[in-house]
């Protein structure tokens, strides 16, 4: 990801989705470093933009500056969108789009903790406050790394990689963990893959709730669309592009039973989205000059004028 630090992945293809019109109004749910939302600006829409890393509110203002008005800048999460969209008298809007996971600024910076490619502190919080990843590390029991390790890194031995943590506590930087990881699953130089990246995903997706957040952004979403109003979202990971697919065939009717992240609705809501087309990835030149761009999913519905379903997410 270093080797392209700051490129939106599937810009065109969301931005062809938004179908943005002159004086629209659109929610960039997840602002980074603004790529998207210079886009929605460049076709002259009024951009809503949210972040919770206060690094790229920070660096985000340039771009305020520069949009005379068009833009504001929110330091929030996404999930609370629809709440500083309504305090703002800014909801309903045209379209909302979100680009899930960690953002290549933050994994390019090692002083956050996301990446073992160099050696930081043990952190990995987006939001630069409460529990870090080396809080819960040195303090959780066994099973419950274990736990977290199996549901959000998919990791086969969590139970041994969990042992080895607990056992090498207290840890506070990047390296120390992923060594730990490496000793626990014999990793030898010429594997393939480095198994410590699974540990690494698992943790920063418990520490920042991403699943639960996603979740309740997509209600959020729901609840501020107006009909008509696009939704697109790119994902990362299979456990983020499930949620986002049960959570749209769900809304457009077809599988009315909720999920551990999604809320149980009523099976007689009229749906509140209809998909729109297949889902989106990445071309091979794309990907030449994005490698983050291999794993990304693109998945767009459109909102119906059905009322916005009851329940929160997880």
Partial sequence: MSDAPHIPVLLDEVIDALAIAPGESHVDATFGAGGYTSAMLAKGARVFAFDRDPDAIRDGQALVAKADGALTLIAA???ALDAELEARGAAPVDGVTMDIGVSSMMLDRPERGFSFQSDGP???RMSQEGESAADFLNTADEAAIA?????????PRSRRVARAIVSARPLTRTS???NVVRKALTYRPHDKKDPATRTFQ???IHINREL???????VAAE???KPGGRLAVVTFHSLEDRLVKRFLKERSGGMPSGSRHLPVAAQAAAPSFETVGRAVRAGEDEIARNPRARSATLR???RTAAAAWDGKGA
């Fill in 147 to 155: 736990d977290v390790l199996y549901q959000y890194g998919d990791e």
């Fill in 122 to 124: 043990l952190d990995m």
């Fill in 223 to 225: 609840r501020v669309l």
């Fill in 300 to 302: 767009i519905a459109r």
């Fill in 212 to 218: 639960g957040e996603l979740a309740d952004g997509l």
């Fill in 77 to 79: 999460t996404f999930s």
């Fill in 202 to 204: 698992a943790i920063r």
């Fill in 176 to 178: 120390e963990l992923a």
